[in-house]
């Protein structure tokens, strides 16, 4: 355990067994470590040096029996978080974006809740399109540089 700071009183509690008496240390003084110097992968598991740079990691997927593709492991991984109840659904993690979702739960938060899983590589453009002019059309026109819906023509904003 390591405590630093600066510290007028510390107090600390150490339960279990004495295993054997230690002298106490007189003075401790610090001892620098020599200059680390970094030692090279072996060529054949650098992934900068591969004509194909995802072949180690699509190689240790394929070692999982019914592994999901990279590209679902890189999104779930660094992209999105998936939700606590996606964790224990049964078909995790192959949970994908429902892009054509129903129109009456298609609000800003529907929206948000569609787009928190990854979507399938295959979509189409045609279906990401209709996608996004769903929410152009929700939002509303911009009306003199407003994004909001106006009762009116005008706009006070």
Known sequence: ?????????????IYGEIV?????VQIYEPKPFGP???????????PSSSSHPVQLAEQLLSLIPDSPPLSLVVLLMFCLKPSDDDW??????YLYADMGGDDESFDLEGIVQAISRPIRDDTSEE????FVNRIVD?????????MLKCVDTECDL
Not at 1 to 11: D, P, Q, T
Not at 88 to 93: L, M, R, V, W, Y
Not at 138 to 146: A, D
């Open 20 to 24: 054997s008496e230690s002298p106490p």
């Open 1 to 13: 355990m390591i405590v630093k700071g600066r510290f007028e009183a510390l107090s600390m509690a």
């Open 88 to 93: 224990d659904h049964p078909d995790f993690p």
């Open 36 to 46: 680390l110097e970094p030692v090279p992968l072996p060529r054949n598991i650098d």
């Open 127 to 130: 279906v990401l399109s209709a």
């Open 138 to 146: 929700l939002i509303g026109p911009k009306v003199s540089g407003c």
